[in-house]
């Protein structure tokens, strides 16, 4: 079991920079894949980013060339650096986990065995 606990959240303009993380209760190396994903109010929860732990990324394309995600094994703490914000960014995020072998860029929610409770971004116009 590990708890992963979103924070970085809040209100921002558009164009405007937030940082999010997300801290494990604890070590992120047996996890092969760490996710950030978002809820927009009234839509179904979508995959943001993902990097496993040989270094493999993947980004939706609405935030190619603005988001950045990271991980830090040693800080069990992954990153989500968000630039160049946009009112369409506002949504719930939230950190996953998935212990699956090999090393995969997961979409599917399925395949992620752990959640944290959630952190809003909000971002005005």
């Known amino acids: 079991q590990v708890m992963l606990v979103e924070s970085g959240g809040g209100l921002v303009q558009a164009g405007g920079s937030l940082r999010l993380s997300c801290a494990a209760s604890?070590?992120?190396?047996?996890?092969?894949?760490m996710g950030w994903y978002r809820q927009p109010p009234g839509k179904q929860r979508e995959l943001v980013a993902s990097?496993?732990?040989?270094?493999?990324?993947n980004y939706v394309d609405s935030v190619k060339g603005r988001f950045t995600i990271t991980r830090d094994n040693a800080k069990k703490t992954v990153y989500l650096q968000m630039n160049s914000l946009r009112p369409e960014d506002t949504a719930v995020y939230y950190c996953?986990?998935?212990?699956?072998?090999?090393?995969?860029?997961?979409?599917?929610?399925?395949?992620?065995?752990?959640w944290g409770q959630g952190t809003q971004v909000t971002v005005s116009s």
């Open positions: 996953a986990a998935s212990p699956r072998p090999g090393y995969v860029c997961y979409e599917s929610q399925d395949e992620y065995d752990y």
């Open positions: 990097i496993t732990s040989n270094g493999s990324i």
């Open positions: 604890r070590s992120i190396s047996r996890f092969t894949t």
